[in-house]
Structures are given as C-alpha cells and as structure tokens.
C-alpha cells in the first residue's frame, strides 16, 4: 500500500476492553462434500472453521489475515449470520444471536453490514445506484425522503448526489465500491464486515477507499471486521489482527506487536513476504514451503506442521517434525508479558529464529508423504482470492 493511506483511528493498542460488539466463540464450520446427482450423500467434509474465538469492540477494527481458502470469508458470514455455524456461538451487544430465526435476525442485520470485495458483481447492473442504495431503507421499512437520505449517503461517501440515476457500470471500479459502502451505510450500523473490499482494485484508489472507511469510523464511530489476504493492507486499517490458517486463528495481537514481535512462524513468513513496511524493505524472505494443504483433509496436529520452518529447526533435522506439532493441536495462548497477545504454537518464535529459518528454507525435504521442497519461488502467500468470493448477493438483507 502507499503511504498516503491514513492509519487506523486511535491507538492500535493490543487488547480492548469492555463487553465486545461482537463476541464469537468455538466456531466450527464443515461444508459437506457430495457425490451423486439425485441421492446427494456426504463424502466428506471441508472443514473451513475449527474453532475460533473472535472479539469485536465499538469503533475499532479487527483485521484478519490468512492465504485464500484459510476461512476469512466463511467467518465473516458466520459473524453476520448469512452463514449457520455447524457449532460455536455468536453474540451481538451481548445477546446470543445465533439461533434466532430469520425474523428474529432484522434488527441485527441493520446493526451488521457487509461490503464484498467485488463492487461490480455485488451491485446488482439493472439498478440505479439510487435504487442500490435506497434498497436496505426499503426493505427495513424506513420512512421519511429516501431519495434526499440517499443523496446525502452519496455526498458522505464522495460519489456525486446528482448521479442518482446512473447505473453501476457508468462508475469506475473505486466508485462502485462507495456504492456499496454507501448501501453499507444506510442503515446506521454499528460494524462493518469488509470482506476483501479493496482487492479489486488498483493499489492508489485502493488508498481512497481505505482513507474513506477511516474517515467513517472517525465520524461515525464504527467498527470494523476487515478481512484481507494482503497483509500490507489489513496492517493500514486494523487496531487488532487475528492471523488464520486452515480454518484456525494462529495469532491474534495488536497491530505493532504483531508487527514487531511476532510469535507464529506463520505469521513470520506472512511479514516476510508482505512488499511494504520496515520489514519489507529487506531482501530476503522467508518462503514457505509446499501449499497450504486441502482443508478436506486437513493436518493432523498442529495444521501448518508440514510447511513450518520452525518445526524442523525444532527437530534439529529438516524433515522431522518434532512429535508434539504432528500429534496436538496447539491452543491459542497469551504471550507472557504482551497483553492481548495470543499464539497458537508449541514452540514459539524467539530471537534469532527468523535467520536460522531462513538458513534451512533451502534443503529438499518430505514430511509426512507430503512433498514440501524447501525455498520454492511461491511463498504461496498474498495470492488473489478464489472467484468463488465474490458474492453475487447483495448485503443479505
Ligand atoms: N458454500 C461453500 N460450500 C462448500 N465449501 C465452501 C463454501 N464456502 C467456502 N467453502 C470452502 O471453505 C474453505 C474456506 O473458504 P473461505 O472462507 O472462502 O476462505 P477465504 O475467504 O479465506 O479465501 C475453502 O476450502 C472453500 O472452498
Ligand atoms: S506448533 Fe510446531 S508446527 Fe505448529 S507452528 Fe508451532 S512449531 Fe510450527
Ligand atoms: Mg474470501
């Protein structure tokens, strides 16, 4: 990102306190693999949460960070409830939402709105933008001048009220992702779930649009759940990160912390391989080996233990593994002495290991059946997400 992105709003401080916003705990999310075209039975499952514990606060933003497939957007449509979770709890101000039905959900949907990443395939091409915009007042029943309510929406998010009647296509790609912020925000809410928002677009309108949504939670004291595959651009905008992998969150921390004393050798690799920042200006990174496995079949124990560097400098042998990462899945653990910092790692990073990965990354190896050459060109990191998140839906009102 450039460096016209303004920061987040207040200090990125490790922990908030206060009741969350939004409190999730243990999600679990498997989605069914089928077979067969009449008698559809499972085969299996993809297993896209296993177990996370998330927290939101007012007016702050959680960024969370991960390889595409690693559960972001699933998540997200848990939080929101577009989505059931197959077990786990969410709550909103404290209130256990995730049972409710549909009907008992309405007044929850106008407090949490979603922004998709693709700005074009989320805005339905027959509407006006006014019509766009207008849609959550009129599906909520809100009364009053809608036309004059979406104008002013139009102004607060930098698009001309006098194009009203224009359809999405007449706007650029930046513009049409403040339509849907627009949409985001007519109904008041108090979090913003942006899934990718800015992934679509070119790297300075990208900054517009970051630069906008901090403006918003200035002014309106918003929250946000920013999800994005780029850490350069979750580090921007977030007060708190939450770093997933395979359907589990790895690390969670405040911003600088996670920046400068990360814990998870994954989060390493992701620093590492992010183009901006300090870090980044350094030339050498620290690749991962292999691809992120098939959340089909995930791991064993600890989920990254076949591409984890510091496993094998564990071992002492770059195709061992020690027995506790193959064997135990490793639970979320506060950091001693960094409050709010928490690693979900057996043996976490400490000074000096980034250099004594580094030195190992370049030795071929397998670990258990799984080919996982060392120093492969791909670090497999900041990836364009899959087609399949972009939402043809609108904001699932
Ligand atoms: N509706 C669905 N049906 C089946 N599998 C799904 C569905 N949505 C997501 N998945 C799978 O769940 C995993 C996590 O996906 P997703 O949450 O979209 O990850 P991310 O947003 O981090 O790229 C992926 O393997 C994806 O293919
Ligand atoms: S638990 Fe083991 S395999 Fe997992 S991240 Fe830590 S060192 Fe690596
Ligand atoms: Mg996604």
Known sequence: MSEQVSTTTGPATASDGGTPLVRARGLVKRFP??????LKRAVGHIHALQGVDLDIHAGRTLGVVGESGCGKSTAARVVARLLDPTSGTVEYEGRDITNLSRRQLV???????????????????????????????????VKGDRRARVQELMEQVGLNPEHYNRYPHEFSGGQ?????????????????????PVS???????????????????DRGLAYMFISHDLGVVRHVSHQIAVMYLGNIVERAGRDQLYDAPKHPYTVALISAAPTGERGARTRRLLLAGDVPSPADPP???????????????????????????????????????????VACWYPIEAGDEERMREIQTQDITIDGHDVAGGGSDPGIDVQPAAKDVASDSTGL
């Not at 693999?33 to 009449?38: E, K, L, M, Q, V």
């Open 200 to 218: 679509a677009l070119d790297v300075s309108i990208q900054a517009q649009v970051l630069n906008l949504l901090a403006d918003l939670q200035r």
């Open 300 to 342: 064993t124990g600890c989920a990254f233990h076949p591409r984890c560097p510091k496993a094998r400098l564990v071992s002492g042998d770059a195709g061992e593994v020690p027995e506790r990462c193959r064997a135990e899945k490793p639970p979320l653990t506060p950091v001693d002495g960094a409050e709010g910092h928490e």
């Open 107 to 141: 007044p929850i949907r106008r407090g949490v709105q979603v922004v998709f990443q693709d700005p074009y395939g989320s805005l339905n091409p027959r509407q006006s933008v006014g019509q766009i915009i207008s849609t959550p007042l009129r599906v909520h029943g």
């Open 33 to 38: 693999i089928t077979r067969g075209i009449i």
């Open 176 to 196: 049409r992702q403040r339509i849907g912020i627009a949409r985001a925000l007519a109904l008041e809410p108090r979090l913003i779930i942006c899934d990718e």
